[in-house]
């Protein structure tokens, strides 16, 4: 079943921690922080309220002025067992802009064009996704619009990033 806390904070309670944590400005603390949630993505089946919470400190870490290599690099690595193994557990309506937002970020990083490169894949997997799941958007329209809307403007900008990189070469 789903790792859940039910509580009057919601059902992803148990998250909050991990938030908390991803505010703190400390390396090692979010260092910390990705070793778990990278456990419970492995573990665990998480409820969609936990969705966000996930993507939350995800992105607290990745906005992070200075962030070094090694946290981007598993930031990046969480985010790609997010979209292979779990795109279809994320609500659309709270977490697929975000999504999309957090690899927008990896992808215009310039401190590692091999994870830029793969995120910008990953951006046109969503998109993959997104038009899978057009058949159960019965009465989410609008969110679906806005979903693609928000996804194809991401893409369209990370085309000029990618144009004022330096040619790659073989």
Known sequence: GGLACKSDKGEDAWLLPLVLMAKSGYEDVNRLCLECLGRVLERHELHPAGWKSVLEVLGLLLRVEAISLPVLRTCFALLKVIC?????????????????????????????????????????????????????????????????????????HLTGVQEERAEVRS
């Not at 064009?113 to 990953?122: D, E, S, W, Y």
């Not at 038009?131 to 928000?150: F, N, P, T």
């Open 84 to 156: 292979t193994d779990h795109l279809a557990t994320l609500p659309i309506d709270s977490c697929l802009v975000p999504l999309v937002d957090l690899l927008s970020i990896i992808a215009e990083q310039r401190g590692d064009l091999n994870v830029a490169l793969t995120a910008i894949g990953l951006v046109w997997d969503v998109s993959d996704h997104l038009k899978g799941r057009r058949g159960e958007a019965e009465g989410q329209e609008l969110v679906m619009h806005k979903a693609w809307l928000h996804l194809l403007a991401k893409l369209a």
